[in-house]
């Protein structure tokens, strides 16, 4: 995740939940009996009136529920603009039945403005969300954790604005306030922690963004489990920090301390498991080491065949990779021999190692791309990919029928 959320984050169950508890101020008229059931105050006394008013809150209260959860229900489906008309049926009801300076009221402009960020309306969301951050400070206090879910949105917003600084004030001002309300162990200042070190990994603050995104990990990890999106999206950041300060160690630290986590919480053979495999793969690759690469996808081509069904295009292009990898090797096996003294140990050597990743690569590349061509839901351009890899792999084994073949094969597939 390379730029920082335009929704609330951790935040929004909370706030989309209802605000602060707040009962609506209802008018007890619709309450009262009529003139000829005088009789009923007189016999029935105050309790029938405070049943019926509980009546009439009640209703109240289940509408502004109802309209929080439609406009939840619409936000989550990506249905901006049903969510948008929910919210503003939400303000005219809030700003009528609770006042115009009510938490509710606030909710409601929190709403407008999480939603206005959705159509890229900064200017808008950010009049709505600056009128709720005012009602929440009077009637809460500047310093209620409520602000801060405004104080993060707001950020969010200066963030895309380009308003750098203005962005680090408001999630710095969010951080503090949820510290100081939950300590720092609490989900919702890892969200803090992660806002502010996506803002400086934007600006190429490195050092404050590796602390900050570690933060984030070692609280998320604990407390929402390693298995929580938001784990994986702070550890690929950090990965991605050092990758970009050509500190490839480091990564392959963070990565192999992930894959780690992951064996420890799902066992070693799981889905999440082979994903952080083949990550730290990729990233050796990316170093020139593939045969610590290939141990990589060895690994999590060997859960991948117990987790997925033998005919998953996952599967599939999982062995592609793994046969590649071997490929390339074989290759530069190769081009490294001495045809001048073809006989030296070091080349016997050589040839032994480049036949021995060719005949791991050969049924890799077979079997993947038997199981594309078979799977007649699945598009092409993979395919064709693995083919003509199988092809060229072929013609290095002198096979030039087989080459031939495949390249038929690849004909078709086109």
Do not use: C
């Amino acid at each position: 995740m390379n730029s920082i959320t335009k929704h609330i984050g951790l935040g929004a169950l909370l706030l989309l939940a209802g605000f602060g508890n707040s009962v609506a101020s209802v008018n007890p008229a619709s309450s009262l009996p009529h003139l000829g059931e005088k009789n009923v105050w007189e016999n029935g006394g105050q309790q029938a009136a405070a049943y019926s008013l509980h009546e009439t809150t009640e209703l109240a209260e289940q509408i502004w529920t109802e309209l929080t959860n439609r406009f939840v229900m619409h936000y989550e489906h990506g249905q901006y603009e049903q969510a948008k008309q929910v919210a503003q049926r939400a303000y005219d009801i809030a700003s009528v039945a609770y006042g115009i300076d009510n938490t509710n009221t606030a909710d409601s402009l929190l709403k407008l403005g999480i939603v206005s960020q959705s159509f890229d309306d900064l200017i808008a969301a950010k009049a709505y969300l600056l009128d709720a951050l005012a009602i929440l400070e009077r009637q809460l206090s500047p310093g209620h954790p409520d602000t801060a879910i405004a104080l993060t949105n707001l950020g969010n917003i200066y963030f895309s604005l380009q308003k750098y600084e203005l962005s680090q004030r408001y999630h710095q001002r969010a951080l503090d306030i949820r510290t100081h309300a939950y300590g720092p162990a609490h989900p919702s200042v890892a969200q803090s922690n992660y806002n502010l070190a996506v803002l400086h990994d934007h600006q190429k603050h490195y050092p404050q963004a590796e602390s900050l995104y570690r933060k984030a990990i070692d609280s998320w990890t604990i407390t929402l489990g390693p298995n929580h999106p938001y784990v994986a999206n702070a550890v690929s950041s950090l990965t991605n920090i050092y990758i970009a300060q050509n500190k490839l160690q480091e990564a392959a630290d963070v990565l192999q301390n992930w894959v780690k986590v992951k064996k420890s919480f799902y066992g070693g053979e799981h889905q999440e498991v082979a994903q952080s495999l083949l990550d730290l793969g990729t990233l050796y690759v990316e170093q020139g080491k593939y045969r610590t690469a290939s141990k990589m996808y060895e690994e999590a081509l060997g859960i991948a065949e117990h987790v997925l069904n033998p005919s998953d295009p996952q599967l599939a292009m999982l062995m592609y990779i793994l046969a590649n990898v071997y490929h390339v090797q074989a290759r530069m096996s190769d081009q490294d021999a001495d045809e001048s003294n073809p006989s030296s140990t070091a080349d016997k050597n050589k040839t032994t190692r480049m036949a021995s990743l060719f005949a791991r690569a050969l049924p890799l590349y077979v079997q993947a791309a038997d199981i594309l061509d078979a799977d007649i839901t699945h598009n092409k351009p993979e395919l064709d990919i693995v083919l003509s890899e199988l092809t060229l792999l072929y013609k290095a084994l002198g096979n030039q029928d087989m080459a031939n073949q495949t390249q038929s094969r690849l004909t078709l597939a086109q």
